[in-house]
């Protein structure tokens, strides 16, 4: 029987994050992760199971050559690193999750061996001693938490030399004791600034040559943060937003900038992109942009907060539309204005009340 591949990425300081960062948003956080890796397989892993903040794929039968396993380890610290770049540079949210999630980082357990399997209720996964060895692995004593680890049996399956050198990897050799038996290794730490990383797309910072064509403002009974996430948390604006079919969104991705969700009124689709601005200093903004309304080429709608206190906020609801055709504005001037205007405050009073029922 030829050996199998079993590869684990982990990521470091899950613990701590989803210890003492908001539960919710730690979770989407870790969710999209998890994703970005399983999109980053390259050599058509099989996934095994996902447990909690890592992932075990495998490949029956089959070891990739050395160069194409580096370049799978490669592929996912690049596509890793690259979304908490896209994470921190497009986040709207303040709260510790979104705000410490760069300070996660990524390792990778490689081993070989030959597999057996169990099913259980149909489902059929690798099972025994080398599962277990694999497993074992990531407790070692490298002193890093950001490395690709192989197992001796893989370097000598795949003919990794212990001091193999290149762009990306440096590797070393180590051992640890299992079970009153030493177990060897390569592994090398991974320096991030060696990575092609990719470039998050431009942040969509709006600005503007006049003031809003309608302005609402309101005080809410919480803080600022807590009110940005009721505005941002999607899943609460069934109960703010009337007269609306349903939202469409990711429900495993935390709002920031770029992120797409659909509001379906009458069985017709309104999209909506997030985008920003500058905010008052100390003040928190989200902001949307949809092209689906007929009447404008652009709508944005901005809720910028201003903290009044520990348990008080301030609501400034700004509303800036776009309109090239003549026609258009003289029905926006006619008709748009008022019906956006009417839409606007049932949207703030819905809101308003959605919190301080919340709220007690």
Not at 279 to 298: F, M, R
Request: glycine content about 4%; aromatic content about 10%.
């Amino acid at each position: 029987m030829a050996k199998s591949l079993l590869f684990i990425p982990d990521i470091s300081g899950y613990t701590k994050f989803i210890q003492t960062t908001e539960i919710e948003h730690s979770q989407h956080v870790i969710s999209e992760l998890l994703e970005v890796l399983i999109h980053a397989n390259t050599q058509d892993l099989k996934l095994a199971e996902i447990e909690g903040d890592a992932l075990f794929f495998y490949k029956e039968n089959e070891v990739p050559s050395q160069e194409n396993l580096l370049a799978q380890i490669e592929s996912m610290f690049t596509a890793f690193y690259s979304h908490l770049k896209l994470l921190e540079e497009h986040r709207i949210c303040p709260c510790n999750a979104c705000a410490t999630a760069h300070n996660l980082e990524l390792k990778i357990v490689a081993h070989a061996g030959d597999l057996t399997h169990i099913e259980v209720q149909g489902t059929r996964k690798p099972f025994g001693e080398q599962v277990i060895a694999a497993h074992r692995l990531l407790k070692n004593s490298v002193e890093s938490d950001n490395y690709a680890l192989i197992s001796r049996k893989l370097a000598l399956e795949i003919q990794l030399s212990p001091y193999y050198s290149s762009k990306v990897f440096r590797f070393r050799q180590g051992s640890d004791r299992y079970d009153d038996r030493d177990v060897e290794y390569v592994y090398s730490v991974i320096e991030t600034d060696t990575l092609q990383l990719k470039s998050p797309d431009d942040v969509r910072k709006v600005t503007f040559d006049h003031p809003p064509q309608l302005v609402h403002v309101k005080e809410f009974p919480i803080s600022a943060p807590e009110l940005l996430e009721y505005i941002t948390n999607y899943s609460y604006r069934d109960y703010w937003v009337k007269g609306v079919d349903r939202f469409d969104y990711n429900e495993n991705e935390v709002t920031r900038i770029g992120t797409k969700h659909t509001c379906v009124i009458n069985g017709r689709d309104l999209d909506f992109l997030t985008v920003t601005k500058d905010a008052e200093q100390g003040g928190l903004v989200y902001g949307e942009v949809t092209k689906s309304p007929p009447i404008v080429d652009e709508l944005y709608q901005f809720f910028e907060i201003v903290p009044l206190g520990e348990k008080k906020s301030r609501l400034e609801q700004q509303t800036y539309w776009k309109v090239k055709s003549p026609l258009k504005k003289l029905i926006v001037f006619l008709f748009g204005k008022k019906f956006f205007q009417k839409g606007n405050e049932r949207t703030l009073q819905g809101l308003l009340e959605f919190v301080t029922k919340k709220e007690t």
